[in-house]
């Protein structure tokens, strides 16, 4: 049974790749400020809030995609059960909504060296502050997140990676062919089907696409650098890039 061709939305999942750029950004260089307090604070805050933005643009883009808003209730429920997320999602409310930075500072002396250690505090208004480091603590929180990225990255890989519109696989499950590439790719339909070596065609056709259209593929080096397992689809394995 033939699919029916799939219509992406204008949404793509660079969006998402974006606020998870920003995040990773904010949280450099709160490791970066430790010691310095005012600056500490500021950066703290642009990072609890853009950490909690990664979960709304991963709705806005991904609710128009089939089946995403079913798969993403167990994801929700369980960012809402755990302790350290729902603690770092009250605290960018409070800190929008109220302004104070629920956290303290202190620094020992160690071979004429000051390290320094920054720890949230109990406060009005916002209580059950987790113990340890902050910024520790904040990697934490964002690999939770990421986690979930992750696993919408590798469930939805056909709608999710610039690369699977240039599998045959990813062709199959989305409905296209590969004349609709070339259409979206302003050439004319057929442009690649001309006289090629060896019976894979098809994949040398995509692979002439990939080279000349395939978009940048940007999350995979978050997913690395937090340790998180890569299981990429064997169908992007055999890509040109």
């Known amino acids: 049974m ?70 993403y209730l167990d994801h929700q429920e369980s960012l809402k059960a755990n302790g350290l997320a729902k603690y770092f999602v009250n605290l960018r409310n409070y800190m929008q909504k109220v302004g104070e930075i629920p956290v303290g500072h202190t620094g020992t002396m160690r071979n004429g060296q000051v390290k320094h250690l920054s720890y949230f505090v109990d406060i009005d208004g916002l209580k059950d502050a987790p113990a340890g480091e902050v910024t520790k603590l904040a990697e934490e929180y964002f690999v939770v997140v990421l986690k979930v990225v992750e696993a919408c990255y590798r469930d939805f890989w056909m709608y999710a990676d610039p690369r699977a519109i240039f599998t045959e696989e990813g062709l199959e499950l989305l409905g296209w062919v590969i004349e609709d590439i070339e259409e979206a790719a302003g050439l004319p339909r057929g442009y690649t089907d001309i006289p090629c070596d060896g019976e894979d065609k098809n994949h040398q056709r995509l692979s002439l696409l990939a080279r000349e259209f395939q978009g940048d593929e940007m999350m995979e080096q978050y997913f690395e650098r937090y340790g998180l397992e890569l299981t990429v689809n064997k169908a992007l394995q055999r890509t040109s890039r």
């Open 2 to 71: 033939a699919v029916e061709k799939f219509e992406f939305p204008s949404r793509g999942f660079h969006i998402v790749a974006t606020k998870v750029g920003e995040a990773d950004y904010f949280l450099g260089m709160l490791k970066e400020v430790q010691g310095h307090y005012d600056e500490f604070s500021y950066i703290l805050s642009a990072f609890a809030s853009a950490a909690r933005s990664i979960t709304f643009a991963l709705q806005a883009v991904m609710t128009k995609y089939p089946g995403f808003d079913d798969w």
